[in-house]
């Protein structure tokens, strides 16, 4: 499903940030990525989703190369995978309804076909009926759960979540977690980042760690 190999990233101001990076996740599975502030985390996500090329090696996302496509395949490339950041990323001035449908708006589905999707990843988040509310009428869960209900609305075969559960307290964060693996249970693969190493172990689940730009367990 995604599958790095030998995977390097440099920088001219900052040296080798990546190191040969290896590993595969298959369809339906979830991976956590660790390791220290500096170890590579954030440039490992920003290859998947071509914010940056890898300078040696290979990214295949269902069998489509990622390092070498070309810049006008990037947005439908994109539309493979669904985001979900720390701090939510939801647009303030709009409901939450229109936070979910943008994705769906962005790539050209009809009205009705938004409607009963945005519907239909509300209620898996258990958000259905707050639809009509702004973002800061929300709790920190319930934002959270706004940016899960947009990353899968499109529905992608491949979810990112960057730190998802950062600015949450324990129990909330459990929760967020529940959720991802529900998603898995329906054949989507889900990368994690997460510095929550105490949350992470109780799970069980392939712990990636990055330690200076090497993959030190996997």
Do not use: W
Request: with cysteine; charged share 25%.
């Amino acid at each position: 499903m995604l599958k790095f190999d030998n995977v390097s990233k440099r920088y001219p101001d900052a040296g080798e940030v990546l190191k040969n990076v290896s590993f595969h996740l298959h369809h339906g599975e979830i991976a956590f990525l660790t390791g220290h502030s500096g170890a590579g985390k954030s440039t490992l996500l920003k290859l998947i989703a071509v914010m940056e090329r890898c300078t040696r090696g290979t990214i295949l996302l269902d069998n489509e190369n990622l390092s070498s496509a070309k810049q006008r395949q990037i947005p439908f490339l994109r539309r493979k995978m669904g985001f979900i950041f720390q701090d939510f990323k939801l647009l303030k001035n709009r409901t939450v309804f229109d936070n979910v449908a943008l994705p769906l708006v962005i790539a050209g589905f009809e009205h009705q076909e938004i409607s009963r999707r945005v519907r239909a990843s509300l209620d898996k988040v258990g958000l259905l009926g707050k639809e009509k509310k702004f973002p800061m009428a929300l709790s920190g869960g319930e934002q959270q759960r706004v940016g899960i209900a947009r990353a899968v609305v499109n529905k992608p075969p491949l979810i990112i979540a960057d730190e998802p559960t950062g600015n949450l307290d324990p129990e909330l964060a459990a929760e967020i977690m529940r959720l991802f693996e529900n998603f898995q249970q329906v054949g989507v693969t889900v990368l994690i980042a997460s510095h929550d190493i105490s949350l992470i172990t109780q799970m069980n689940h392939r712990i990636l760690t990055l330690d200076h730009g090497n993959l030190i367990s996997s």
